[in-house]
């Protein structure tokens, strides 16, 4: 990687005061820092005010020092681009860990690992990490700030790419100094990226460290992250603590956090509905999180694309929000004939990252337009053309861009009580078996569906992509507990919503295949058909078609005005073969079957059930 000009910078003396602010929660927040600090070492300590002033010196010193490329304002005002180390490109979900007391807490789909023996080892990895660096202190809210489903949290970091992207994913600020001052609960999170650098040694442009750990202490509340700079290995608040601490905090105050993107769908007739969906990394939710409807008459405003927190009202309905403030979007496939909300979304004051650069300073990625340009230098930084046979953008890079300029966001999608859930999607990349849409005839046959997500591995993780693996929830990589214990949550969260009142669940997938390997669905905007369908079986004014797995569309039902599918591809998107879904049922009663007896006993029914109607068909 190549070596920057000079040593770290910190940004010039008008930032990184500690501001004075009175209060007990404030003196242990102090003292907690002077701990960090005492074990790692940095040169020096940044509060961050989340400012925009900071912002801009932040970014401003990364471009100085090599780190980041600024682009070509004319094309891309405010944007810039990193480019990662070539083996610091995705989550590590082999390196990352719960550490609760009791191994069955975490459960056999967790890396467990024993608290007492990984403090031991994080004191002796932390210790100096941050030797020749600054520590940054960021103070942020999940949720707006001060809001009734808003958890708050610091992350301490030596990682200025950390600190910017995180102003981006989540409300940054001394307002939220203020709220930890008067006492409110935080979550601690400490992020070192594992490069410290030796007194007059030159800095490299991703510092990062072959050993990784990203561990959750579940008991305690806290995360401690080690030797990346990526993603959701580095932005704590997001996957580490969105998901995995804040699933453990919902099972014990009666709430759900979930890998949920959010939207507002408004029909013909003006009558606005809430949908949730549940789909694996790298499986469609920024796409659908922005979709644009190719039906006329209908209209999607976005609420949030990658996480939900989900709670039960007094009212018995279940009400959502978003808790990040950005996106963290795959790039590749992301186009004017995919995603022209998002292309759009991304037009300035954007942070890029293992894109490729043009001649001309701006980015492009595979799918950005139909042809690649003739010249690029490539995500790792070597010239490129379009025969070189590599991709040029990494499959897993990303943009980081606030979700205030998303053209079509929710004028109310910081509002801090949420939205109340019309429906609830799960889906996968599945090129056999599941059908385009299937409705779950209750709640608990919902919970059952959602138990049973299983995709095909993307480039989101490290791992063989294309792999198939059971995906439950879409929350594998996420759960911070048992997830035979999370199913039975779920089933509980359901008994708490009035019957007539709870989101109706349907299970979806876009990625089903003819047998020549082709999708047999368009996707992107005319997922709007499909959702079509649902929100009139929400409203009562379409029938369905009962089968063993659910209930399906009839496909005269489904509005195909304008589109093109075979009528024989139609019959493949629905078709239900009993003995490939036997196996399907048999793999489901192994899969249960590693969470020795743990699993709720109304989904060993579910299960019972299914093989019942599978075999009478
Ligand atoms: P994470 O941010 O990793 O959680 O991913 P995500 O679930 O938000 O996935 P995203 O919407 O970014 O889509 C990932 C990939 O799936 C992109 O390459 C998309 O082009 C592709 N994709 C999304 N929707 C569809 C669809 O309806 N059909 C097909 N064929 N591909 C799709
Ligand atoms: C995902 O992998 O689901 C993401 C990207 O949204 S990361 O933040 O890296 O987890
Ligand atoms: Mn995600």
Known sequence: APRTARGPAPVSAEFGKRPEIAGAGMADLIAWVDQIAALTQPDSIHWVDG??????????????????????????????????????????????????????????????????EIRDT??????????????????????????????????????????????????????????????????????????????????????????KYIVHFPETLEVWSYGSGYGGNAILAKKCFALRIASVIGRDEGWLAEHMLLIRVIDPAGRAYHVAAAFPSACGKTNLAMLRPTIPGWRVETLGDDIAWLRPGEDGRLWAINPESGFFGVAPGTGESTNVTAVETLWGNTIFTNVALRPDGDVWWEGLTDEPPAQLTDWEGNAWTPDSGRPAAHPNSRFTVGAGQCPQIAADWETPEGVPLDAILFGGRRATNIPLVVEATDWTHGVFM????????????????????????????FCGYNMADYFGHWLKVGQKLRFDRAPRIFQVNWFRKGSDGRFLWPG????????DWIIRRIDGSVSAVDSPIGRLPRTEDLNLDGIDVPQE?????????????????????????????????????????????????
């Open 122 to 211: 994080l004191r002796g990895i932390f210790a100096g990490s941050m030797r020749g660096r600054t520590m940054y202190v960021v103070p942020f809210s999940m949720g707006p700030v001060g809001g009734p489903l808003s958890h708050i949290g610091v992350q301490v970091t030596d990682s200025a790419y950390a600190v910017t992207s995180i102003g981006i994913m989540t409300r940054v600020g001394t307002d939220v100094l203020h709220q930890i001052a008067k006492g409110k609960h935080w979550v601690k999170t400490v992020h070192s990226v594992g490069a410290p650098l030796a007194p007059g040694e030159q800095d490299v442009a991703w510092p990062c460290n072959d050993e």
């Open 569 to 617: 591809d139609l019959e493949a998107l629905f078709a239900i073969d009993p003995a490939s879904w036997l196996r399907e049922a048999d793999l489901t009663e192994e899969f249960y079957g590693t969470f020795g007896g743990r699993i709720p006993a109304p989904l060993q029914a579910e299960l019972s059930a299914l093989r019942y109607r599978l075999q009478r068909a």
């Open 51 to 116: 400012s925009r002033a900071e912002n801009d010196a932040l970014l401003r010193e990364m471009v100085d020092e090599g780190k980041i490329i600024k682009l070509n304002p004319e094309w891309r005002p405010g944007s810039y681009l990193a480019r990662s180390h070539p083996s610091d490109v995705a989550r590590t979900e082999g390196r990352t860990f719960i550490a609760s007391e009791r191994e069955e807490d975490a459960g056999p789909t967790n890396n467990w690992i024993q608290p007492a």
């Open 450 to 477: 959602g138990s049973n997500i299983s995709s095909e591995r993307t480039a989101a993780a490290e791992g063989t992509v294309g792999e198939l693996r059971r995906d439950p929830f879409a929350m594998l990589p």
């Open 524 to 531: 992107f905007g005319d997922n709007s058909r499909v959702i």
